[in-house]
């Protein structure tokens, strides 16, 4: 190194340490001027490493996620979810009152938000039916518990006005800062912005928690997703039940001095008479799925925040009260599709090999100027687009293509009997063995290049037979080139797409083409994701493999 | 190779034979890309070589499909998209990716092994996970269905090819050249384009033109990540291939073949430069 | 810097600058509108777009063929909250799942379109159709089958029922079903003899599926499983199928306007609904344009235009009298054609489509 050079110049100081040019000793100074290097090297390399952990990276870290998160379902239906663990599953028993009022409510306000299809979904993915269930009932949930509001209107009109309950449930500071609001709307106009979210009193929510909850979860909830003011609008039916639950349940009010405290106190007094209500006759009214309890067994199975059902899943298991089981045998097909695909691929890569190996082996031991020629007609395909060459196939395989035609001209198969090679896996398996046929003979041509052909004369001058040279001393040697050329065909193929995708027809097609169905026509991404993950999970081990067998920096191209 | 004058009739059978079977392999490679060619010039909307067409007959040939592609002003969109589309990104991916190059071939450089094995990662792993966590990703962050999407996504997928070219150019590359202009006075950045660059030059337009195709021929990415204003060449063919295979994609897919080509030809003539820079012998 | 520096950095630049102009010229004035692609496409490019532009030529449109995903792109634009489409082509089933989900916007049907000539409100002109309130209905379609005239093997006689398509005896040859179970259950159910009323209710059982899958085997091995509407017109114009299902329209392209020799059977054809609907959340300026160019290309006169290029019955009532006359008999609501008849349930399907689309695949992979 040029800096060894300077410090073997250079002066010698009295402990008989060398010094470097500028005095410094030279050990420290040669430290100094790597870690220099080392950090211009870093500096170089960092943008792009940012950029691929950006752009690349994340997107597939996001992806592992999504393929455990459940966020929906605590996040939509949370009071269902806490009032669940308290229900024991085992029990074989329909869950408490608690829990059907806790989804009615949770329902509700999933409807105002349009989350409720959405969790109805999710849910069906892990038992069917559960999607129009939620449908169904979010669009009665409005007129459950009218009776209760009928009552409590009756009693005094006050309970219809907006106002009282504005009054009763909200902050005094809030209420101050919505007038405010108001007052400056009236003003402004639409300048004012929102209106300040709601906030319940603090007092008034240790009273009565079940109706300051949720008529702040109301209030909330039709400000933001309508633009609505609880000022103006009345709550919802429910509301009233979840304020005859409080009162009814004993809640005191005798020391209680806030707004309406009368109202209250004889609403109290009158509620023992009011019409008993049950939310879950209601909603078994509404669709007697309600009283199926497996499906109130999913809902808990599923309440985490994060799930290993997509995961499951995608391997063809559920989850069961009595622990994970495999699906039905009719509804597996997961695993079979990753089976096929490593089959196929397995079947792809034996082929692009007993095809790829004589090529390589005839370019590796002719003169240069001829085996340039012949490597172009193998780098060709490499360089063509891979859909020009899917559509060649498509062409040829046809039932009504070249090659039957031709083969019905030669007369080897009659016009009606023609052969049927495309959309099965016969179609799959021609087409990828041709697309990475390429990517077969390169590797094993760079090895094969560099094994000397003396070797093999010196075997057969030993007495080796043609084939016992080849198999005993040619092909050992050219074994790093077949594992380099096999993993790398293995890698490409087992994630392929669009060439099953355009000829593989039902019987042709992989992993890849059901991810894609998930993401674009199911809409479940969960599964897709999950597949995606155990996918990748594969693909990695054999770049791991792949790495220590090649040497990443060793992949040559062309 | 040559047969020698002493071979038995058994060798020689074996030495034709083998060469017959390379012929027909080499037939396979190439022959469903050539058949096409003709087939492009159909004058019938088939997919097979019509009884005119046998017979050499001029009237069995014509131009119809070309004029298609020219024409059509789905096929001239997609054909504006590939192109706006695949040079920023080869650009991205040069830029960036060159410069790592050069920072990955310097030994001093820490956890050379596991970045090297991040950064070709795009290329290994499958399209389709890398379509979907983009997909999502992407949606999440506002550049799904987006140019700069679209070119980000395909910027890092020819990342690894750049990389691969221009550091199997820097390993032949002689570092005392550098200290040779640094000691003549030259500043780090003259340096790096007046003695560096010209050196590896070759290497980085072969990258260059890998990551360029890369993005012009990847279909499975834009599927997920553009809308309809990327829509490019290969997703055009794409929808195409998947709903009806109108004789108009083997127009397209011949003018794909020519570029495919011209590519091919120059990054053999960069390789020859390359290695008679390198003083290497031409192979 | 030195000349070839110059030269690279100029090269960047303007690779850069030509790309953000072109993307900037893009958005201004283009409107996407996202539909089917095929000939169904291009009947409302003719009936809507063109004239349309004539009026406005200042305005792009640009046609993605993207319905079949629309759901799951319109949930990503949301989630990005960059919402690139401005009109989404989809059928009822999709409508009313983005309305729930309110990626749809919600419209008032007589303010947002026009009144029938004689007045009558869009509301009562399109009647029961309008299935959501995020829906514009366009058209009335149905998955039916179309088959080949020329085939041999058949000694002269044609399909009349439904049920000759699970007849490998009288009509041996390739068939195409979609891949997927919709439709091809409820066929396979009809033939093995459950009465139309009670299809949904035996797919609800065990039994029932298996059923519908037992008749679905007798033909497995002859069918090619289509995924895009054109591809069923496209082999049997190839003739790689002798019968298959696919959209009505489709099949009229193939018979009308490509003289292929294909007939149509109409028995137990399954009924759709296929309309608009607007992506919720649109900027002000792209709202308005969308809104005007709507309001045209779904009033009256532009329903019944469309059934001009295409054979499918217009949604508006009014449109009926206005549909040209040779195009009544390939109408799907023609009484001549519409004598056995079933709706698509979509509510039904919303629940056991994922359920049954794993026992299909699963049946497929087998």
Same mark, same amino acid.
């Given at each position: 190194?040029?800096?060894?050079?300077?410090?073997?110049?250079?002066?010698?100081?009295?402990?008989?340490?060398?010094?470097?040019?500028?005095?410094?000793?030279?050990?420290?100074?040669?430290?100094?001027?790597?870690r220099?290097?080392?950090?211009?090297?870093?500096?170089?390399?960092?943008?792009?490493?940012?950029f691929?952990?950006?752009?690349?990276?994340?997107?597939?870290?996001?992806?592992?996620?999504?393929?455990?998160?459940?966020?929906?379902?605590?996040?939509?239906?949370?009071?269902?979810?806490?009032?669940?663990?308290?229900?024991?599953?085992?029990?074989?028993?329909?869950?408490?009152?608690?829990v059907?009022?806790?989804?009615?409510r949770?329902?509700?306000?999933?409807?105002?938000?349009?989350?409720?299809?959405?969790?109805?979904?999710?849910l069906?993915?892990?038992?069917?039916?559960?999607?129009?269930?939620?449908?169904?009932?979010?669009r009665?949930?409005?007129?459950?518990?009218?009776e209760?509001k009928?009552?409590?209107?009756?009693?005094?009109?006050?309970?219809?006005?907006?106002?009282?309950?504005?009054?009763?449930?909200?902050?005094?500071?809030?209420?101050?800062a919505?007038?405010?609001?108001?007052?400056?709307?009236?003003?402004?106009?639409?300048?004012a912005?929102?209106?300040?979210?709601?906030?319940?009193?603090?007092?008034?929510?240790?009273?009565?928690?079940?109706?300051?909850?949720f008529?702040?979860?109301?209030?909330?909830a039709?400000?933001?997703?309508?633009?609505?003011?609880?000022?103006e609008?009345?709550?919802?039916?429910?509301?009233?039940?979840?304020?005859?639950r409080?009162?009814?349940?004993?809640?005191?009010?005798?020391?209680?001095?806030?707004?309406?405290?009368?109202?209250?106190?004889?609403?109290a007094?009158?509620?023992?008479?009011?019409?008993?209500?049950?939310?879950?006759?209601?909603?078994?009214?509404?669709?007697?799925?309600?009283?199926?309890?497996a499906?109130?067994?999913?809902?808990?199975?599923?309440?985490?925040?994060f799930?290993?059902?997509?995961?499951?899943?995608?391997?063809?298991?559920?989850?069961?009260?009595?622990?994970?089981?495999?699906?039905?045998?009719?509804?597996?097909?997961?695993?079979?599709?990753?089976?096929?695909?490593?089959?196929?691929?397995?079947?792809?890569?034996?082929a692009?090999?007993?095809?790829?190996?004589?090529?390589?082996?005839?370019?590796?031991n002719?003169?240069?100027?001829?085996?340039?020629l012949?490597?172009?007609?193998?780098?060709?395909?490499?360089?063509?687009?891979?859909?020009?060459r899917t559509?060649?196939?498509?062409v040829?395989?046809?039932?009504?293509?070249?090659?039957?035609?031709?083969?019905?001209?030669?007369?080897?198969?009659?016009?009606?009997?023609?052969?049927v090679?495309?959309?099965?896996?016969?179609?799959?398996?021609?087409?990828?063995?041709?697309?990475?046929l390429?990517?077969?003979?390169?590797?094993?041509?760079?090895?094969?290049?560099?094994?000397?052909?003396?070797?093999?004369?010196?075997?057969?001058?030993?007495?080796?037979?043609?084939?016992?040279?080849?198999?005993?001393?040619?092909?050992?040697?050219?074994v790093?080139?077949?594992g380099?050329?096999?993993?790398?065909?293995?890698?490409?193929?087992?994630?392929y797409?669009?060439?099953?995708?355009?000829?593989?027809?039902?019987?042709?097609?992989?992993?890849?083409?059901?991810?894609?169905?998930?993401?674009?026509?199911s809409?479940?991404?969960?599964?897709?994701?999950?597949?995606?993950?155990?996918?990748?999970?594969?693909v990695?081990?054999?770049?791991?493999?792949?790495?220590?067998?090649?040497?990443?920096?060793?992949?040559?191209?062309? | 190779?040559?047969?020698?004058?002493?071979?038995t009739?058994l060798?020689?059978?074996?030495?034709?034979?083998?060469?017959?079977?390379?012929?027909?392999?080499?037939f396979?490679l190439?022959?469903?890309?050539?058949?096409?060619?003709?087939?492009?010039?159909?004058?019938?909307?088939?997919?097979?070589?019509t009884?005119?067409?046998?017979?050499?007959?001029?009237?069995a040939?014509?131009?119809?499909?070309?004029?298609?592609?020219?024409g059509?002003?789905?096929?001239?969109?997609?054909?504006?998209?590939?192109?706006?589309?695949?040079?920023?990104?080869?650009?991205?991916?040069?830029?960036?990716?060159?410069?790592?190059?050069?920072?990955?071939?310097?030994?001093?450089?820490?956890?050379?092994? *596991?970045?090297?094995?991040?950064?070709?990662? !795009?290329? @290994?792993? #499958?399209?389709? =996970? /890398?379509? &979907?966590g983009?997909? +999502?990703f992407?949606?999440?962050?506002?550049?799904?269905?987006?140019?700069?999407g679209?070119?980000?996504?395909?910027?890092?997928?020819g990342?690894?090819?750049v990389?691969?070219?221009?550091?199997?150019?820097?390993?032949?590359?002689?570092?005392?050249?550098?200290?040779?202009?640094?000691?003549?006075?030259?500043?780090?950045? *003259?340096?790096?384009?007046?003695?560096?660059? !010209?050196? @590896?030059? #070759?290497?980085? =337009? /072969?990258? &260059?033109?890998?990551? +360029?195709?890369?993005?012009f021929?990847?279909?499975?990415?834009v599927?997920?990540?553009?809308?309809?204003?990327?829509?490019?060449?290969?997703?055009?063919?794409?929808?195409?291939?998947?709903?009806?295979?109108?004789?108009?994609?083997?127009?397209?897919?011949?003018?794909?073949?020519?570029?495919?080509?011209?590519?091919?030809?120059?990054?053999?003539?960069?390789?020859?430069?390359?290695?008679?820079?390198?003083?290497?012998?031409?192979? | 810097?030195?000349?070839?520096?110059?030269?690279?950095?100029?090269?960047?630049?303007?690779?850069?600058?030509?790309?953000?102009?072109a993307?900037?010229?893009?958005?201004a004035?283009?409107?996407t509108?996202?539909?089917?692609?095929?000939?169904?496409?291009?009947?409302?490019?003719?009936a809507?777009?063109?004239p349309?532009?004539?009026?406005?030529?200042?305005?792009?449109?640009?046609?993605?063929?993207?319905?079949a995903?629309?759901?799951?792109?319109?949930?990503?634009?949301?989630?990005?909250?960059?919402?690139?489409?401005?009109?989404?082509?989809?059928?009822a089933?999709?409508?009313?799942?983005?309305?729930?989900?309110?990626?749809?916007?919600?419209?008032d049907?007589?303010?947002?379109?026009?009144?029938?000539?004689?007045?009558?409100?869009?509301?009562e002109?399109?009647g029961?159709?309008?299935?959501?309130?995020?829906?514009?209905?366009?058209i009335?379609?149905?998955?039916?089958?179309?088959?080949?005239?020329?085939?041999?093997?058949w000694?002269?006689?044609?399909?009349?029922?439904?049920?000759?398509?699970?007849?490998?005896?009288?009509?041996?040859?390739?068939?195409?079903?979609?891949?997927r179970?919709?439709?091809?259950?409820?066929?396979?159910?009809?033939c093995?003899?459950?009465?139309?009323?009670?299809?949904?209710?035996?797919?609800?059982?065990e039994?029932?599926?298996?059923?519908?899958?037992?008749?679905?085997?007798?033909i497995?091995?002859?069918?090619?499983?289509?995924?895009?509407?054109?591809?069923?017109?496209?082999l049997?114009?190839?003739?790689?199928?002798?019968?298959?299902?696919?959209?009505?329209?489709?099949?009229?392209?193939?018979?009308?306007?490509?003289?292929?020799?294909?007939?149509?059977?109409w028995?137990?054809?399954?009924?759709?609904?296929?309309?608009?609907?607007?992506?919720?959340?649109?900027?002000?300026?792209?709202?308005?344009?969308?809104?005007?160019?709507?309001?045209?290309?779904?009033?009256?006169q532009?329903?019944?235009?469309?059934?001009?290029y295409?054979?499918?019955?217009?949604?508006?009532?009014?449109?009926?009298?206005?549909?040209?006359?040779?195009?009544?008999?390939?109408?799907?609501?023609?009484?001549a054609?519409?004598?056995?008849?079933?709706?698509?349930?979509?509510?039904?399907?919303?629940?056991?489509?994922?359920?049954?689309?794993?026992?299909?695949?699963?049946?497929?992979?087998?």
């Amino acid at each position: 190194m040029s800096d060894t050079t300077t410090g073997q110049g250079g002066p010698v100081s009295a402990g008989g340490v060398m010094l470097a040019a500028d005095g410094r000793p030279l050990k420290q100074s040669l430290a100094r001027a790597q870690r220099r290097q080392r950090l211009r090297a870093f500096l170089l390399v960092a943008p792009l490493l940012a950029f691929v952990l950006i752009a690349f990276v994340a997107p597939i870290a996001d992806m592992l996620f999504r393929s455990v998160e459940n966020e929906i379902v605590p996040e939509t239906l949370p009071r269902t979810v806490a009032e669940l663990r308290r229900w024991d599953e085992r029990s074989g028993s329909l869950p408490p009152q608690e829990v059907f009022v806790a989804m009615a409510r949770d329902l509700q306000l999933a409807e105002t938000r349009k989350l409720h299809t959405r969790v109805g979904q999710r849910l069906n993915y892990e038992y069917t039916g559960v999607s129009s269930l939620f449908r169904k009932t979010g669009r009665r949930l409005s007129r459950m518990g009218r009776e209760l509001k009928q009552a409590f209107v009756g009693l005094d009109p006050a309970w219809g006005e907006p106002a009282t309950w504005v009054e009763l449930i909200g902050a005094p500071d809030w209420r101050e800062a919505q007038a405010a609001w108001a007052a400056r709307r009236a003003r402004a106009g639409a300048d004012a912005g929102p209106e300040p979210l709601f906030r319940a009193d603090p007092a008034i929510a240790a009273l009565l928690p079940q109706t300051a909850d949720f008529y702040a979860a109301f209030a909330r909830a039709i400000q933001t997703e309508d633009g609505d003011s609880p000022t103006e609008e009345a709550p919802w039916p429910l509301v009233y039940d979840a304020l005859y639950r409080d009162l009814s349940g004993g809640a005191d009010l005798s020391r209680h001095t806030g707004p309406h405290a009368d109202l209250l106190r004889a609403a109290a007094a009158a509620v023992p008479g009011f019409p008993p209500v049950s939310i879950r006759d209601e909603m078994l009214k509404v669709d007697d799925g309600w009283g199926d309890v497996a499906m109130w067994q999913t809902i808990k199975a599923y309440s985490g925040r994060f799930t290993n059902g997509y995961f499951l899943a995608a391997l063809d298991m559920k989850k069961t009260p009595d622990g994970i089981a495999m699906v039905e045998e009719n509804r597996r097909i997961y695993l079979m599709l990753f089976w096929r695909t490593l089959l196929l691929s397995v079947g792809i890569t034996l082929a692009t090999l007993v095809l790829g190996y004589p090529v390589a082996w005839l370019l590796a031991n002719l003169p240069a100027r001829h085996a340039n020629l012949l490597l172009i007609l193998v780098l060709l395909p490499f360089w063509t687009s891979l859909l020009v060459r899917t559509s060649a196939w498509k062409v040829l395989l046809q039932q009504q293509g070249v090659i039957n035609d031709l083969l019905v001209w030669i007369g080897l198969i009659s016009d009606d009997a023609r052969l049927v090679m495309i959309n099965n896996q016969t179609g799959t398996i021609i087409a990828m063995t041709h697309i990475l046929l390429p990517f077969m003979v390169l590797p094993l041509y760079s090895v094969m290049k560099t094994i000397p052909p003396s070797y093999l004369r010196a075997a057969k001058s030993l007495g080796a037979t043609n084939w016992t040279a080849f198999w005993r001393v040619y092909f050992p040697l050219s074994v790093p080139g077949i594992g380099a050329g096999a993993i790398l065909v293995f890698i490409l193929s087992i994630g392929y797409y669009i060439t099953p995708e355009l000829v593989g027809g039902t019987s042709g097609i992989f992993i890849s083409n059901r991810i894609a169905y998930h993401i674009s026509i199911s809409l479940n991404w969960g599964l897709a994701a999950a597949l995606g993950s155990i996918l990748l999970f594969a693909v990695l081990i054999l770049y791991w493999t792949y790495d220590r067998i090649v040497g990443i920096d060793n992949v040559k191209l062309g | 190779m040559s047969l020698p004058a002493y071979a038995t009739p058994l060798q020689r059978i074996w030495h034709y034979g083998f060469r017959v079977i390379c012929g027909l392999i080499f037939f396979f490679l190439i022959a469903p890309i050539i058949v096409i060619i003709p087939l492009s010039f159909n004058a019938e909307d088939f997919f097979t070589f019509t009884p005119g067409m046998l017979a050499l007959d001029p009237d069995a040939y014509s131009l119809k499909h070309y004029r298609d592609f020219f024409g059509n002003p789905d096929w001239q969109q997609a054909l504006r998209n590939s192109i706006t589309i695949a040079p920023v990104a080869t650009l991205l991916s040069v830029g960036f990716g060159t410069l790592a190059a050069i920072g990955l071939s310097d030994s001093n450089m820490p956890f050379r092994r *596991t970045i090297m094995a991040v950064l070709i990662s !795009p290329m @290994i792993v #499958p399209l389709i =996970i /890398s379509a &979907a966590g983009m997909y +999502f990703f992407y949606s999440r962050i506002g550049l799904q269905g987006t140019y700069w999407g679209v070119v980000l996504a395909h910027a890092a997928l020819g990342i690894p090819f750049v990389i691969i070219t221009v550091t199997a150019t820097l390993v032949g590359f002689d570092r005392s050249l550098t200290r040779a202009a640094a000691s003549l006075g030259a500043g780090p950045i *003259t340096t790096f384009f007046r003695v560096q660059m !010209p050196l @590896i030059l #070759p290497g980085v =337009i /072969s990258g &260059a033109l890998f990551a +360029f195709i890369t993005s012009f021929d990847e279909v499975v990415v834009v599927l997920f990540v553009g809308s309809a204003g990327q829509k490019t060449l290969p997703w055009q063919m794409f929808i195409g291939l998947r709903e009806q295979i109108s004789p108009t994609i083997l127009a397209v897919a011949t003018v794909l073949v020519c570029v495919a080509i011209a590519l091919l030809v120059v990054v053999e003539l960069l390789r020859r430069r390359s290695e008679r820079l390198r003083g290497m012998s031409p192979s | 810097m030195t000349p070839r520096k110059t030269a690279f950095a100029a090269m960047a630049g303007a690779g850069i600058l030509a790309a953000t102009a072109a993307m900037a010229q893009q958005m201004a004035n283009t409107m996407t509108l996202v539909s089917w692609g095929g000939a169904y496409q291009n009947s409302q490019n003719q009936a809507y777009a063109i004239p349309y532009r004539a009026m406005h030529p200042e305005v792009e449109v640009v046609w993605d063929e993207s319905s079949a995903e629309a759901v799951a792109k319109l949930r990503a634009m949301n989630e990005a909250g960059n919402i690139t489409w401005d009109l989404v082509d989809v059928v009822a089933a999709d409508a009313i799942r983005l309305c729930d989900e309110g990626l749809a916007m919600e419209i008032d049907h007589d303010e947002v379109l026009a009144p029938a000539p004689d007045g009558t409100p869009a509301s009562e002109d399109f009647g029961e159709l309008i299935v959501s309130d995020c829906f514009i209905p366009q058209i009335v379609f149905s998955t039916t089958f179309g088959y080949r005239t020329d085939v041999k093997e058949w000694g002269g006689k044609v399909p009349t029922s439904v049920c000759d398509v699970f007849d490998l005896k009288t009509f041996p040859g390739k068939r195409s079903l979609e891949k997927r179970p919709i439709g091809n259950l409820e066929w396979a159910l009809i033939c093995d003899g459950v009465p139309i009323e009670e299809v949904y209710d035996v797919l609800e059982t065990e039994e029932g599926i298996k059923r519908a899958f037992a008749k679905l085997d007798t033909i497995r091995d002859q069918v090619i499983w289509w995924t895009a509407g054109a591809q069923t017109p496209q082999l049997l114009a190839d003739g790689e199928v002798v019968i298959g299902s696919t959209y009505n329209g489709r099949l009229y392209a193939a018979i009308v306007e490509q003289k292929q020799p294909i007939a149509m059977l109409w028995d137990w054809q399954m009924f759709d609904l296929d309309g608009w609907i607007i992506p919720a959340g649109l900027p002000e300026d792209r709202l308005a344009r969308v809104l005007d160019f709507v309001r045209f290309a779904t009033d009256t006169q532009r329903l019944a235009d469309q059934a001009k290029y295409i054979s499918y019955g217009p949604a508006r009532k009014s449109s009926a009298p206005l549909v040209p006359e040779h195009m009544k008999p390939h109408m799907p609501t023609d009484p001549a054609n519409a004598k056995h008849t079933f709706l698509f349930n979509y509510e039904w399907w919303a629940d056991y489509r994922d359920d049954l689309d794993a026992r299909f695949q699963a049946w497929l992979a087998q």
